[in-house]
């Protein structure tokens, strides 16, 4: 009977890393479903700027680094499970943006173990970091039709900065989409990208209540319009593999990609009266609203909460920080480098685990640090700073338990505990890498959110993407 039970494959191709994970449904499970194997893989994929005058800010990742990482988690999983898939679910980074040529974007490699594909016609990976559209650049963009603001990083705005500085860029290519658009499109050999309206989205200019692009507006401006992708319902098929793919049989069905948030938030979100916390590279607090909830019609960059398509045409009410573990990994670089400055050697990973260990011991502190050294999307010019510092609060304890509560404190002032429980939140569950390995930033959202905190595993979007497709399959079998 074990072997009946359907098998899905969830991919995530993250900033940072590339996750994969195989779930089988699990009746006896609370959850419904067990991880059979999952695998992850850094993606080291950050890559010299091509754009000319994007400066130091620009941020761009070579998208054959990400698919080698991606090549090598699938490796790693179990060929025998992976002969079973029936299904696989894609997310990942969303705001980025990577061009191709429409049936030269890829080419399927035969002759190694299995068939894989490796990039041809394809530009660098723009990422959600990439911080060359300034806040001038911006404010020339046209206002868009949408509930949601457009920043830097965000894929419509980067695709004006290139049409601006760099048009010839544009011109070798005729398709565009995230990260995970591009995987979907190349494992199905799709003629047109597809995107699911939570990546259309996070581009910006994107209608979610019209379903629909801005095209009036962005034409009128000499936007490129005909890069813009074709738009599916999340959770829905763009296509079925057009080859056998590490043991998975051709044929088999692939899910429209979905964000990262959504799939990290559907992979734990147990009850709709759940917030979900997730704190890694960045930070986001996460609550299913109300049905029938419509966001606003214009939108308020002034505004910490914004509000993001879910599934089945809901919404999720998010803050997004963008400082998280990355400030946490700023602040270890700095250590290192004034010991190396000082003529000291020491590791990385040896400083966290000290410095956690260290704000362990030391409960509380009067030291106060706001830790946004990269802004905030609705207070861009806010950066970091250290306040109440007396001579006794200066220890690494005190110094590491200011900074992970200043992480908290910040989102806290984004979304409250008043605000989430007016909603109807009932319970926090917390996730991510950086809160999952980190005691004292668990005991600071315990002390900033007084509701049941539940801190799963590092549950992610690649678990999300598989449920996705886990759960449309046992559907379609029960129909």
């Not at 191709?13 to 850094?42: I, M, N, Q, Y």
């Not at 890498?433 to 801190?455: T, W």
Request: hydrophobic content about 40%; aromatic content about 6%; charged content about 15%.
């Amino acid at each position: 009977i074990m072997a009946a039970r359907p098998i899905t494959l969830g991919i995530d191709l993250g900033t940072t890393s590339v996750k994969a994970a195989l779930l089988r449904a699990a009746p006896d499970e609370p959850s419904g479903f067990a991880v059979l194997a999952s695998c992850a893989r850094a993606a080291r994929a950050e890559a010299a700027v091509e754009s000319a005058g994007a400066g130091p800010q620009g941020r761009e990742q070579d998208v054959s680094r990400i698919l080698q990482a991606l090549h090598e988690c699938l490796a790693a999983l179990p060929r025998q499970q992976l002969r079973s898939v029936v299904g696989i679910g894609v997310s990942g980074q969303m705001h980025g943006v990577v061009f191709w040529k429409t049936g030269q974007g890829c080419e399927w490699i035969e002759g190694g173990i299995t068939p894989v594909f490796e990039p041809r016609a394809v530009s660098h990976l723009v990422t959600w970091q990439d911080g060359r559209c300034s806040s001038e650049f911006l404010a020339s963009l046209p206002q868009p039709k949408s509930h949601l603001s457009v920043a830097t990083g965000f894929g419509c705005a980067t695709i004006f900065w290139l049409l601006k500085y760099c048009p010839e860029s544009l011109k070798s290519y005729d398709a565009a989409g995230t990260i995970h658009d591009y995987v979907v499109a190349m494992l199905c050999g799709l003629p047109r990208p597809l995107m699911s309206d939570q990546n259309a989205a996070s581009w910006g200019y994107f209608n979610t209540q019209s379903q629909s692009w801005n095209v009036e507006i962005l034409r009128s401006s000499g936007f490129p319009v005909h890069l813009l992708p074709d738009i599916a319902e999340p959770g829905s098929v763009a296509g079925r593999t057009s080859h056998m793919w590490f043991e998975i049989p051709e044929g088999t069905e692939v899910g429209v990609a979905l964000g990262d948030l959504q799939a990290s938030v559907y992979s734990c979100m147990a009850q709709r009266t759940d917030a979900v916390l997730n704190i890694s590279t960045s930070v986001q607090l996460a609550a299913s609203m109300p049905s029938g909830f419509q966001p606003g019609e214009t939108p308020d960059p002034t505004a910490p909460v914004a509000y993001f398509p879910y599934f089945g045409r809901t919404y999720l009410g998010v803050a997004a920080s963008l400082n998280g573990g990355n400030v946490l990994a700023t602040f270890v670089h700095m250590l290192v480098q004034w010991m190396a400055d000082l003529g000291l050697e020491v590791e990385e990973s040896t400083v966290y685990s000290c410095m956690i260990q260290a704000a362990v011991q030391q409960r509380d502190t009067h030291l106060t640090i706001t830790p946004t050294v990269l802004g905030e999307r609705h207070l861009p010019d806010q950066l970091a700073s250290v306040t109440r510092i007396s001579s006794s609060d200066l220890s690494l304890g005190h110094v590491t338990r200011a900074l992970c509560r200043g992480i908290v404190q910040n989102l806290h002032s984004m979304l409250p505990i008043q605000q989430l429980q007016e909603w109807g939140v009932e319970r926090v569950m917390g996730s991510g890498s950086a809160l999952s390995r980190n005691e004292v930033l668990k005991q600071e959202v315990q002390r900033a959110f007084p509701l049941p905190v539940s801190f799963g595993q590092d549950v992610d979007a690649a678990v999300g993407a598989a449920l996705v497709m886990l759960r449309r399959h046992l559907n379609q079998k029960e129909s």
